[in-house]
């Protein structure tokens, strides 16, 4: 498994989970990492991505300013801090990898995690 995705649960709204996203990726800092979302009947929407050094990061319109992607190289692993959380929030939410930023950013990456549901209650 290349990456593995853990954190998700149940929260209510207006509060916080933390996402973490372990790679078994060689050398870590070489690859863009990203999150994706996909609610149920709904197709999957971009989250957060980082580049390799954890400088560029970018957001889909409906998380900025409540979401924060972040990664530690020495640890191989992304986080995804998920604040002021919404029911339509709710979803199962992927992490992603690859050496390319542009194929992160079109969800057209090598790598993905197995998914962590998230569940917001209103």
């Known amino acids: 498994v290349q990456l593995q995705a853990f954190g998700g649960g149940l929260v209510q709204a207006g509060g916080s989970l933390r996402l973490s996203c372990a790679a078994s990726?060689?050398?870590?800092?070489?690859?863009?990492m990203g999150w994706f979302r996909q609610a149920p009947g709904k197709e999957r929407e971009f989250v957060a991505i980082?580049?390799?050094?954890?400088?560029?990061?970018d957001y889909g319109d409906s998380v900025k300013g409540r979401f924060r992607i972040s990664r530690d190289n020495n640890k191989s692993t992304v986080t995804l801090q998920m604040n002021n959380l919404k029911p339509e929030d709710t979803a199962v939410y992927y992490c992603a990898g690859d050496l390319s930023y542009s194929r992160v950013a079109a969800a057209s990456n090598e790598y993905w995690g197995q998914g962590t549901l998230v569940t917001v209650s209103s």
């Open positions: 990726l060689p050398t870590f800092s070489r690859y863009t």
């Open positions: 980082i580049g390799r050094s954890g400088v560029s990061t």
